[in-house]
């Protein structure tokens, strides 16, 4: 990755920008954050409330996946990126601080990744290693969402059936693509939620009131997006130029490969390996359409990189300005498309109904899924001492326990990985008194 002035002003401004439209609830990278933003536009959530929700979401992914890859492959990434403007956007209290913020962000990305990595890193009990952990089942776990969805709103026998299926194309699918398990799980599992949706409304004939679409709520949430689209069309814009000045990769699918090819210059193997690269990320932006799409008609967020083909954009464009226009226009088109699938949905109450399970589903798909994640951190930091895994076990364990005991001060979201980082704290500073020491 070359720091330079030019790549250094795309990257603040696209850092600042995000942070704006996620403080303003326009669009959001994390598809777990999205739906509790209408929580808090309507009145139902504080906005501390939303940034705990967002921390906790998402300071794991930071921490691992967006330090840990933008180390390996000297690329930055959405982890690193944009889930930090998700809770920076979310935490500001005024509009004109979230920019800022955000932009001061990215400078911090670009010059002081391996200055952070080596402090955290220094420390004698190893922090950043075991928070790694954290994000380890959170995609995996998110992904079980519509199923949890089905089941809840269909019964126990149909939500096994949809397991059951879903379970095979997770095991099958990878075999003969390259779409990830979890992105066949949400994939799968979306369309099963919606095919049982239709199906449904079109055996009960209760979808009477489809032509009433200026009530509808997606119908009013996709129209929330549309008024937004300037914003997101420069969103879109910054991001596949980010991808273009190849400081930027979009995933794990595709960041090793575009490294690899980066450092061998433009050279035909180099060629290759980026259209590789862009075929890859195409296929894995097909498979999360159904989500993101459900994720923003249903909560009128969009998405930060839309169904994240700006990437695909990005990488096989010959220069920013082409890659600037077309990321532009994808969204654009995204978008437009999006508005589509809402008066589609508005036909269909079912669909409308499951919003609702939707978003819950989500909220405890992820919150076991960090908890677990925590607990597995935490352990791991104690395991490299003498107090031993049960050690560090029971320090995250008493913090969540305590939490549950008082009320639930703090979110279920946020209170496993706020356990799992005073545990390392706590390790660290027993180690310095004499009381922990080193195995």
Same mark, same amino acid.
């Given at each position: 990755?070359?720091?330079?002035?030019?790549?250094?002003?795309?990257?603040?401004?696209?850092?600042?920008?995000?942070?704006?439209? +996620?403080?303003?609830?326009? =669009?959001?990278?994390?598809?777990?954050?999205?739906?509790?933003?209408?929580?808090?536009?309507?009145?139902?959530?504080?906005?501390?409330?939303?940034? *705990?929700?967002?921390?906790?979401?998402?300071? $794991?992914?930071?921490?691992?996946?967006?330090?840990?890859?933008?180390?390996?492959?000297?690329?930055?990434?959405?982890?690193?990126?944009?889930?930090?403007?998700?809770?920076? #956007?979310?935490?500001?209290?005024?509009?004109?601080?979230?920019?800022?913020?955000?932009?001061?962000?990215?400078?911090?990305?670009?010059?002081?990744?391996?200055?952070?990595?080596?402090?955290?890193?220094?420390?004698?009990?190893?922090?950043?290693?075991?928070?790694?952990?954290?994000?380890?089942?959170?995609?995996? #776990?998110? =992904?079980?969402?519509?199923?949890?969805?089905?089941?809840?709103?269909?019964?126990?026998?149909? $939500?096994?059936?949809?397991?059951?299926?879903?379970?095979?194309?997770?095991?099958?699918?990878?075999?003969?693509? &390259?779409?990830?398990?979890?992105?066949? &799980?949400?994939?799968?599992?979306?369309?099963?939620?919606?095919?049982?949706?239709?199906?449904?409304?079109?055996?009960?004939?209760?979808?009477?009131? *489809?032509?009433?679409?200026?009530?509808?709520?997606?119908?009013?949430?996709?129209?929330?997006?549309?008024?937004?689209?300037? @914003?997101?069309?420069?969103?879109?814009?910054?991001? =596949?130029?980010?991808?273009?000045?190849?400081?930027?990769?979009? *995933?794990?699918? &595709?960041?090793?490969? !575009?490294?690899?090819?980066?450092?061998?210059?433009?050279?035909?193997?180099?060629?290759?390996?980026?259209?590789?690269?862009?075929?890859?990320?195409?296929?894995?932006?097909? *498979?999360?359409?159904?989500?993101?799409?459900?994720?923003?008609?249903?909560?009128?967020?969009?998405? %930060?990189?839309?169904?994240?083909?700006?990437?695909?954009?990005?990488?096989?464009?010959?220069?920013?300005?082409?890659?600037?226009?077309?990321?532009?226009?994808?969204?654009?088109?995204?978008?437009?498309?999006?508005?589509?699938?809402?008066?589609?949905?508005?036909? @269909?109450? +079912?669909?409308?109904?499951?919003?609702?399970?939707?978003?819950?589903?989500?909220?405890?798909?992820?919150?076991?899924? !960090?908890?677990?994640? +925590?607990?597995?951190?935490?352990? %791991?930091? #104690?395991?490299?001492?003498? %107090?031993?895994?049960? #050690?560090? @076990?029971?320090? &995250?364990?008493?913090?969540?326990?305590?939490?549950?005991?008082?009320?639930?001060?703090?979110?279920?979201?946020?209170?496993?990985?706020?356990?799992?980082?005073?545990?390392?704290?706590?390790?660290?500073?027993?180690?310095?008194?004499?009381?922990?020491?080193?195995?």
């Amino acid at each position: 990755m070359e720091i330079n002035l030019v790549n250094s002003v795309i990257v603040v401004l696209l850092c600042a920008l995000t942070a704006f439209i +996620s403080h303003m609830g326009m =669009a959001v990278f994390h598809d777990g954050i999205r739906p509790v933003i209408p929580e808090y536009i309507e009145g139902r959530l504080h906005r501390s409330e939303m940034a *705990s929700i967002a921390f906790g979401l998402s300071v $794991g992914f930071i921490a691992s996946v967006g330090i840990g890859n933008a180390l390996a492959t000297n690329l930055l990434n959405p982890w690193l990126l944009f889930l930090a403007t998700d809770i920076i #956007g979310v935490a500001s209290p005024k509009k004109w601080i979230a920019p800022i913020l955000g932009g001061l962000w990215g400078i911090l990305c670009l010059s002081g990744i391996g200055t952070v990595n080596a402090v955290l890193t220094g420390v004698p009990i190893d922090l950043i290693g075991a928070l790694g952990e954290l994000g380890t089942y959170v995609v995996t #776990g998110f =992904a079980l969402f519509p199923l949890i969805a089905i089941i809840v709103q269909f019964g126990m026998k149909k $939500g096994i059936i949809a397991a059951v299926i879903t379970i095979m194309f997770r095991f099958v699918g990878p075999m003969f693509s &390259t779409v990830s398990g979890d992105s066949w &799980t949400m994939l799968i599992g979306v369309i099963l939620l919606l095919g049982l949706c239709i199906y449904e409304d079109i055996k009960n004939k209760s979808n009477d009131d *489809s032509d009433a679409l200026e009530g509808n709520v997606f119908s009013e949430r996709v129209g929330r997006i549309r008024k937004n689209l300037p @914003f997101l069309m420069v969103a879109g814009a910054l991001i =596949a130029v980010a991808c273009n000045v190849h400081v930027f990769a979009g *995933s794990d699918v &595709t960041m090793f490969d !575009l490294s690899k090819a980066y450092a061998m210059g433009n050279t035909p193997e180099a060629q290759a390996l980026i259209h590789t690269a862009a075929t890859n990320e195409f296929m894995r932006a097909l *498979s999360f359409i159904p989500l993101i799409a459900t994720t923003a008609v249903t909560t009128g967020v969009y998405g %930060v990189a839309g169904f994240t083909f700006v990437y695909f954009a990005g990488y096989l464009c010959p220069n920013p300005i082409v890659a600037a226009i077309v990321g532009a226009l994808i969204i654009l088109v995204e978008v437009l498309i999006l508005g589509y699938i809402g008066k589609f949905l508005g036909k @269909f109450p +079912s669909i409308r109904s499951a919003s609702d399970n939707i978003r819950s589903s989500m909220n405890t798909c992820v919150e076991l899924a !960090l908890l677990i994640g +925590s607990i597995n951190a935490s352990c %791991v930091m #104690g395991a490299s001492t003498n %107090v031993g895994a049960a #050690g560090g @076990f029971i320090i &995250t364990a008493l913090i969540y326990l305590i939490n549950e005991a008082t009320g639930r001060k703090i979110m279920r979201m946020a209170i496993g990985p706020i356990g799992a980082i005073a545990t390392g704290l706590i390790l660290n500073l027993l180690y310095l008194i004499g009381i922990v020491t080193l195995i």
